[in-house]
């Protein structure tokens, strides 16, 4: 009840603009049913709300960057999935799923008093996000996707039915996992040093979620949420009937250099939102951590105010 209290205090406060400092980050965390659910915030609580939804293995921190540049024209909230970044593992009677992780995060808005917001969704935001829609499409004002896939031209490791990935999703291979598994312990126990990433990564982004992936047991119930991610392929046609029946706004900010979530899936969009805004930007995967964070920020201010979004 506070926090619903604060937000609207906060509404009446900013009603006429806010300052630079105002405007300025804050970070909480929320018991949401005996979890507590960290989540940062910036902006004009008057403003049009973004809520960030982070891909794996990161948590919000990757939306510090894009967060600062959008925050005098929007209120942002993003938050940490349950297990990811600052948020509580959950206990072991809390299924590991991305409906179970959506919930959490729809508890998390409602208890916050947010009930109109838009949708930034990235790599597992996507699954997370567009459960939001179909439980309240009266709540989603615009939705924008970077690299964050709803069709099987943009996944080409999953079209194969005779593929590992797919093995996997029906009978959970332990050899698949257990090769995920090294293969995440050693990528992320490389000494900051030695990296060979951009410059325009960010280091102690990059530690969090090397750190966050390296605690005792993480893995393994990360490689739950992998599993479970065969429902979200499942799902697919289920979110093109939201966009279809909806026509959401909608704006596609794609990394064409991403190898994973390649460009037919942002195209494919076209097929059930035909006035979604495609832009294919030089960057990959992580396009909004990256070099793409200014060029990301640009389109969405433009996106917004030609579309009137509120």
């Not at 995920?180 to 992320?188: E, L, S, T």
């Not at 030695?194 to 280091?203: G, I, K």
């Not at 979620?209 to 799902?235: C, H, T």
Request: aromatic share 16%; hydrophobic share 40%; proline share 6%.
């Amino acid at each position: 009840m506070f926090k619903k209290v604060f937000i609207c205090f906060l509404v009446f406060l900013y009603s006429n603009g806010c300052t630079a400092q105002s405007c300025d980050f804050s970070y909480h965390w929320e018991s949401i049913n005996g979890i507590k659910i960290f989540y940062r915030t910036a902006g004009n609580p008057g403003k049009p709300v973004i809520v960030l939804l982070h891909g794996f293995p990161s948590s919000s921190v990757m939306y510090q960057g894009l967060m600062q540049l959008l925050k005098t024209d929007f209120f942002l909230i993003a938050p940490d999935y349950p297990g990811h970044g600052y948020s509580d593992v959950p206990p072991a009677n809390y299924p590991f799923t991305f409906d179970n992780i959506s919930n959490s995060i729809d508890l998390l808005l409602n208890q916050l008093g947010i009930h109109k917001y838009s949708l930034f969704m990235q790599d597992y935001g996507a699954p997370v996000g567009f459960r939001l829609a179909l439980k309240h499409p009266e709540n989603i004002t615009a939705l924008i996707i970077q690299n964050g896939n709803a069709y099987m031209d943009g996944f080409p490791e999953a079209q194969d039915p005779k593929g590992e990935l797919q093995q996997f999703w029906r009978d959970k291979n332990k050899k698949y996992e257990t090769d995920w598994i090294d293969y995440y312990r050693k990528a992320n126990s490389v000494l900051p040093g030695q990296w060979n990433f951009s410059t325009a990564v960010n280091p102690e982004r990059r530690i969090l979620d090397a750190d966050i992936m390296l605690k005792p047991g993480r893995l393994e119930l990360f490689m739950q949420l992998w599993f479970d991610y065969g429902n979200n392929v499942k799902s697919y046609p289920l979110w093109h009937q939201y966009l279809k029946k909806y026509q959401p706004p909608v704006l596609i900010t794609w990394g064409k250099e991403d190898t994973y979530f390649i460009v037919p899936g942002a195209l494919a969009y076209l097929s059930d939102v035909p006035n979604a805004e495609i832009h294919l930007l030089n960057g990959g995967h992580w396009a909004v951590t990256e070099n793409n964070t200014a060029e990301i920020a640009e389109l969405i201010l433009s996106f917004f105010k030609r579309n009137s979004i509120n």
